[in-house]
């Protein structure tokens, strides 16, 4: 999912989840036959044996359940950021920002958007717990904050970057495993002899699972204890945005983490991956392998203190085992000579690491933007080695860290470099991290080449040449037309055409039924196997346009109106053109408004989070201060809009310029 906060971009990856799916298979099926050819095997494959043997043996019994805890300890108060600190790390936020996790609320997270007024208590303290409990159990990716809305069988928990992660009861790990898809950096918790959600006098066996982790701090087979941090939360694998996706799943489950449905049954239901879980594919089974893991963690809150790691309750201890007898034994009496002693050798003490991290003030887009990290000790003397690892870590949308786990073997002659591939343009800052230390560069710039300034008369004349020398694209769209590059780039695509007798009508509005048409075609949407039939008294069953309406409605990007209507020749304004636009398109849609992005518009208006995202990325012809909500869109600006998102998409700039064209 790539516009919700939090929401999971298609985190199930077909491969990687069927050969999860398959490694379950083939020891079952195979169980019987390793264990004959063990032995045998043991000469044959070496080393690969041990893994074998590692395998059978069970795993550490841990701690009697005492109760359980949230796995975020504290959250950001999201409604009182600034908007610069929306995407600060964990560390960057200022602690007087973060309040204890909010209380998962089913009805608090289903109220509408639109009933909470700003600046009220009550509301804001709802709006915190929609925006941190971003997609609820059971939930779907509508933005409703509905559970049993879709099959998204966890909840995605929006915390910053480098949040403390925390084992919510005394477990043993049984996973951690790090893909480049998927669920990321994620791990497995196993709970035995734990209350039942379904009936807390029956004790069961549940597994935790947190997902899209930045860095693990634990290994397989390690015992945790309630409160442990075991991680560090990031946005690892297909996630849009740094989030927690935490999931238990029952005992009966076959897999962890477990999903209810596969990349070939989600495609025979003609669906994409949002369209799936919005459908609530799998939802059955979704709730016999997992439970809403929010509850069983409320039902057993506790405030008893947390263990020290690796203490063990009382109640664990087992009692001594007693002395053996001992006969004595007649040893004959030998004279020893006690030697002189040498001089004291005292063990050297290992220097502490001391890191500074220095590059350029200024680099352009074109080179290569490269930051060097020395590590001395505090005598200023050069270390070419440290213990653990240090986390590197980028602030401002400038790009992708190229490593973001450091340690000594990156060392050379006491330095490593740190580079940022796919830069773009901004403002940003590196952090190094080791041992709670930061060490930050300075803040450094990366610009766009400034372009070429041509004399008023020499610019004039060449305009004049290219406007009068391109070709018509449609029989009313030529060289002189503001929206040639537009209609011409939408028109090759294959996003938006014309008319049958040659023209595009550049000025003419557009219906309900084109826009999800275009809309839809922008996204690469899959459409729907539909039998062309939808319970609107004013749709033709054999219309073109059903396959497109029974898309948008399945995905919660259009609906109908009361009385049973869905209106599709009715004319869009330019908020519902954004909003079923961006819907449907795969972007990141940050929920919160805090000032209004338009002189006409206000932070409480339904369509703000829009109206923002498109003065952010510069989608709107013509500037101004004001985006009139409500006035009808032409078909002209429609392919403006859509080219602009198509070169932000394409590119992976974080905003839209004359430039991207070339690119």
């Not at 076959?254 to 449905?261: C, D, Q, S, T, V």
């Not at 599709?568 to 304004?573: A, E, F, Y």
């Not at 952010?616 to 392919?639: D, S, W, Y």
Request: glycine share 8%.
């Amino acid at each position: 999912m790539t516009y919700l906060p939090g929401g999971d971009d298609q985190f199930i990856d077909s491969p990687i989840h069927q050969l999860e799916v398959s490694k379950k298979h083939r020891h079952a099926v195979a169980w019987v036959g390793l264990l004959v050819l063990a032995l045998g095997s043991f000469a044959i494959v070496g080393g690969g044996s041990s893994n074998f043997f590692a395998s059978i043996l069970p795993i550490k019994q841990h701690p009697a359940f005492d109760g359980t805890v949230y796995p975020v300890e504290k959250a950001p108060n999201w409604v009182a950021l600034m908007s610069a600190e929306y995407k600060y790390s964990y560390e960057q936020i200022p602690s007087n920002k973060f309040n204890p996790m909010p209380v998962y609320n089913a009805t608090n997270l289903a109220q509408p958007v639109e009933n909470l007024k700003w600046g009220n208590p009550a509301d804001d303290a709802i709006r915190n717990q929609k925006i941190t409990y971003s997609v609820p159990y059971m939930g779907s990716y509508r933005l409703n904050g509905k559970e049993n809305d879709g099959s998204h069988l966890a909840v995605d928990i929006k915390v910053p970057v480098n949040t403390p992660v925390r084992s919510i009861a005394n477990g043993t790990v049984i996973k951690v495993a790090s893909a480049t898809s998927g669920f990321g950096k994620h791990i497995v918790v196993q709970h035995t002899n734990v209350p039942s959600v379904d009936s807390p006098s029956v004790l069961t066996t549940y597994y935790s699972s947190y997902s899209h982790l930045a860095t693990v701090l634990i290994s397989e087979g390690d015992v945790v204890l309630r409160g442990q941090n075991i991680a560090l939360s990031g946005e690892s694998g297909f996630a849009t945005t740094p989030h927690i996706h935490f999931q238990i799943d029952r005992a009966e489950s076959p897999w962890h983490p477990y999903w209810a449905f596969t990349f070939q049954e989600q495609s025979a239901a003609g669906l994409d991956f949002v369209g799936a879980i919005n459908a609530g594919l799998g939802k059955e089974k979704a709730l016999l392998n997992t439970v809403n893991p929010m509850i069983f963690i409320q039902n057993n809150l506790t405030s008893a203190p947390i263990l020290a790691a690796g203490s063990i309750p009382a109640t664990q201890v087992a009692a001594p085992t007693p002395e053996p007898v001992v006969t004595p034994v007649v040893v004959p009496v030998v004279q020893v000579v006690t030697p002189t002693p040498d001089a004291t050798v005292v063990a050297p003490v290992a220097a502490t690491p001391i890191f500074t991290v220095s590059g350029k003030t200024l680099y352009q887009i074109s080179e290569e933007v490269k930051l060097t990290v020395s590590v001395k000790d505090a005598s200023g003397s050069t270390l070419n080695h440290f213990n653990g690892s240090a986390l590197a870590l980028l602030t401002g949308d400038v790009g992708v860290l190229s490593k973001a786990n450091v340690i000594e073997d990156d060392l050379v002659g006491g330095q490593f470099v740190v580079q940022i591939l796919t830069p773009k343009s901004g403002k940003g800052q590196l952090t190094i991290l080791y041992n709670d230390v930061a060490a930050k560069s300075q803040e450094f710039y990366i610009v766009a080449p400034e372009p070429v300034v041509v004399a008023p008369a020499v610019e004039e004349k060449a305009a004049a040449v290219v406007t009068t020398n391109r070709p018509k694209i449609f029989a009313d769209v030529g060289g002189s037309s503001s929206s040639y590059d537009a209609i011409k780039y939408v028109k090759q695509q294959s996003v938006f055409g014309g008319y049958e007798d040659g023209t595009f009508k550049p000025d003419q509005v557009i219906s309900r039924v084109e826009v999800l048409k275009v809309a839809l075609k922008t996204a690469n949407r899959q459409l729907l196997n539909t039998s062309g039939t939808l319970s609107y008294a004013d749709i033709d069953a054999k219309a073109w346009y059903v396959p497109y309406i029974a898309t948008a409605q399945q995905n919660g990007i259009a609906s109908g109106y009361i009385g049973g209507f869905f209106k599709p020749n009715q004319n869009v304004t330019r908020g519902e053109f954004l909003k079923i636009l961006l819907l449907s398109a795969p972007v990141s849609i940050d929920p919160i408004v805090n000032a209004s992005p338009y002189t006409d518009v206000a932070v409480s208006d339904w369509y703000a989070v829009f109206a923002q995202f498109a003065k952010q990325k510069n989608l709107l012809p013509g500037g101004g201060a004001e985006f009139k909500p409500n006035e009808e869109i032409t078909r002209a600006e429609v392919a403006e809009i859509i080219y602009r998102l198509l070169l932000v998409m394409k590119t992976g700039a974080s905003t839209y310029t004359a430039g991207l064209a070339n690119g």
